[in-house]
């Protein structure tokens, strides 16, 4: 890529942040994925678009397409932020907001296996542990922690988590987290001219009646 940010990372601040928490959840997706022999997600994956609530149904259903049918999946959709002046000249501060989707379309049971783990989960780690359980473990995965995006994005804090729908299809719940980040605008970028070298030059103003001759040549480049 040969776009340059501001921030002087290799990629926009919200591909970075997303990428890593992607990296942190490995534990939990299966060994086919790069995960471990414990993991049972099927699908880690970032979304561009958010759910506005278990009536957004085009949301819903383009968030399916996206999982391609695999459970349980988490999708992480980066999302709006509010920034403010903060500091010096170019400098703004903000929360970005981030929505987690855990996804189970366990079939065996709304209940016992879809939000608690059943007998099949509780014998084999690899197994989908429920909705529950997920959660819990993203969290644990996930908070006050750093994503190691530089100094600019700080610790990730989880606000809340609600359901989002259940059916008889699946269920989806989602943590809303925040992470604080600062951006430094380039404020020499349509600059033409640079200065490279300045000269100056001190003497005494004679008014004293009997001054001690200074003569100081500066030159700062």
């Known amino acids: 890529m040969s776009h340059v940010f501001d921030s002087g990372l290799a990629d926009s601040q919200r591909t970075l942040i997303a990428n890593a928490m992607i990296a942190k959840l490995a534990p939990l997706k299966i060994l086919a994925l790069g995960g471990s022999t414990a993991g049972f997600l099927e699908q880690v994956l970032t979304i561009p678009f958010t759910i506005d609530g278990k009536h957004d149904e085009y949301g819903i259903d383009l968030m399916w397409q996206e999982l391609a049918g695999k459970s349980p999946a988490v999708a992480i959709a980066p999302a709006g932020m509010t920034l403010t002046q903060a500091g010096g000249p170019?400098?703004?501060?903000?929360?970005l907001a981030i929505d987690v989707y855990v996804i189970s379309t366990h079939g065996r049971d709304v209940t016992e296996g879809r939000?608690?783990?059943d007998a099949i989960?509780?014998?084999?780690?690899?197994?989908?542990?429920?909705?529950?359980?997920?959660?819990?473990?993203?969290?644990?995965?996930l908070f006050?922690?750093?994503?190691?995006?530089?100094?600019?994005?700080?610790q990730l804090?989880?606000?809340?988590?609600?359901?989002?729908?259940?059916?008889?299809?699946?269920?989806?719940?989602?943590?809303?987290?925040?992470?604080?980040?600062?951006?430094?605008?380039?404020?020499?970028?349509?600059?033409?001219?640079?200065?490279t070298e300045l000269h100056t030059t001190m003497r005494q103003s004679g008014l004293d009646p009997d001054p001690i001759p200074v003569i100081e040549d500066t030159t700062v480049g």
């Open 90 to 95: 170019g400098r703004s501060r903000g929360e």
């Open 115 to 117: 939000a608690t783990s």
């Open 121 to 141: 989960a509780a014998a084999d780690d690899s197994a989908d542990p429920g909705i529950f359980a997920t959660l819990e473990l993203v969290w644990a995965l």
């Open 144 to 154: 006050d922690l750093d994503l190691g995006v530089g100094s600019h994005v700080q």
């Open 157 to 195: 804090k989880l606000h809340s988590e609600d359901e989002l729908i259940t059916d008889e299809e699946k269920t989806i719940w989602v943590q809303k987290w925040k992470v604080t980040v600062t951006r430094d605008a380039n404020m020499y970028r349509g600059m033409i001219q640079k200065l």
